[in-house]
């Protein structure tokens, strides 16, 4: 079968966010059975990301041209602001390209990855009306923007921009969701979400393949550094960066206070200006920057602490975790759409319960061996390559 993914980031090996790190996995098993051509729009990571190698055969394009002029800079702004609404010229790239053109024609199906290209449904259901299309959802973009609207202290303007996003994304959400023939969620709580919007496509729940060759398959020679605490994610993003924020101001103080050597890893490409400042300003911790592998961290750990308040869809960095047989700690927000008995340390909202849970651990770390190795097995049964390949077979054949 030949497939067209068509997606908001061209993967490659070291891509520094979790959304990618799953796509090009996605990429690499789906290209063992399958003729797929990767199609993103151009943009400076997407244009860099062509000279990096990475796994699985699929050939990758971009399609479009940086902007130029006090026009293409203004549409640029525009659709950093609002990229669901920006689709047009990586559209006219699209239909420019002849090749491209021919390879849409000659697809048996056409995959959508990430929501920002799941709007391209509508079009190119026009397009190729006979086409088999298939939408991958990394989260459920209107719970997000709902959570950004409604949380408390944001500054205004991002509450403004969070109630244009929602306002635009509800009806968006409804139209794909009727042109779909698949939608592919990551969790029975995305599947729920979205089954609530009315009329919708065959719903297919699909656990990430996160099991890589580095994450261990047995608990028996781990042996932290401690106390370590790890935080992970791609910093540049405003739920995580909210987190880190929220972690060094109000938690970690508390930890520190009890645990005096505890260290502290925030660890994630592209940490903003807020944050560096916030890690300067206490003690014992270690802020990463970009890095090649987050294995050394996860080796070292005591607890993960998985703090988000923002955002939607699984948090794929609390799944990774557990892969390592890091025990867990996380809110409600942390937690969403990780049905495992009984995985987690804790999940608490407040910080000074954070706090808690992340000192009984540092005080104890054979304490929570029996949730560690439980979450630990129960991971590497569901966010399997094998258990992915079902699905792959199940959508694509």
């Keep these: 079968m030949e497939?067209?993914?068509?997606?908001?980031?061209?993967?490659?090996?070291?891509?520094?966010?979790?959304?990618?790190?799953?796509?090009?996995?996605?990429?690499?098993?789906?290209s063992t059975r399958h003729r797929?051509?990767?199609v993103g729009p151009w943009t400076p990571a997407n244009a860099a990301a062509l000279d990096q190698p990475a796994a699985g055969t699929a050939r990758r394009v971009v399609a479009g041209a940086p902007p130029s002029g006090r026009a293409g800079r203004r549409r640029a702004l525009f659709a950093r602001a609002l990229p669901f609404l920006a689709t047009g010229p990586f559209r006219r790239a699209l239909v420019a390209d002849e090749d491209l053109v021919a390879t849409l024609r000659r697809a048996d199906a056409i995959e959508l990855q990430w929501f920002d290209a799941i709007v391209l449904a509508p079009w190119l259901r026009r397009l190729l009306p006979g086409t088999p299309m298939t939408g991958v959802f990394h989260d459920v973009v209107t719970q997000g923007h709902r959570r950004r609207l409604m949380a408390c202290g944001a500054p205004l303007r991002h509450r403004a921009l969070?109630?244009?996003?929602?306002?635009?994304?509800?009806?968006?959400?409804r139209r794909v969701l009727r042109v779909l023939d698949t939608a592919v969620v990551l969790s029975d709580k995305d599947r729920a979400l979205l089954a609530a919007r009315g009329r919708s496509p065959r719903l297919v729940v699909a656990a990430p393949p996160l099991d890589d060759a580095e994450v261990p398959r047995s608990l028996e020679h781990r042996a932290p550094s401690g106390p370590e605490?790890?935080?992970?994610?791609?910093?540049?993003?405003?739920?995580?960066?909210?987190?880190?924020?929220w972690l060094l101001d109000e938690i970690w103080p508390a930890v520190r206070m009890r645990v005096p050597a505890a260290r502290l890893t925030v660890a994630g490409a592209d940490p903003t200006q807020r944050i560096r400042q916030a890690a300067e300003a206490q003690p014992g911790v270690e802020l990463t920057g970009r890095v090649a592998s987050l294995a050394p961290f996860y080796r070292r750990s005591t607890v993960a602490v998985v703090p988000v308040r923002l955002g939607a869809g699984v948090k794929l960095k609390t799944v990774v975790a557990m892969l390592w047989g890091v025990p867990v700690v996380a809110t409600t927000v942390g937690s969403e759409g990780i049905d495992g008995p009984d995985v987690f340390l804790?999940?608490?909202?407040?910080?000074?319960?954070?706090?808690?849970a992340v000192v009984a651990v540092l005080q104890n770390p054979h304490a929570a061996a029996d949730v560690a190795a439980?979450?630990?097995?129960?991971?590497?049964?569901?966010?399997?390559?094998t258990a992915y390949r079902r699905v792959l077979e199940d959508v694509y054949g």
């Design 3 to 30: 497939i067209v993914s068509i997606a908001t980031h061209v993967p490659y090996v070291g891509i520094p966010h979790a959304g990618g790190q799953y796509y090009g996995r996605h990429v690499e098993l789906l």
């Design 36 to 38: 797929l051509t990767v």
């Design 162 to 173: 969070a109630l244009v996003r929602l306002l635009c994304c509800a009806p968006l959400e």
């Design 229 to 245: 605490v790890l935080f992970v994610g791609a910093l540049w993003r405003a739920e995580n960066e909210d987190a880190a924020l």
């Design 346 to 356: 804790s999940v608490t909202d407040e910080a000074t319960a954070l706090a808690d």
């Design 374 to 385: 439980r979450a630990h097995a129960w991971a590497h049964d569901r966010y399997s390559s």
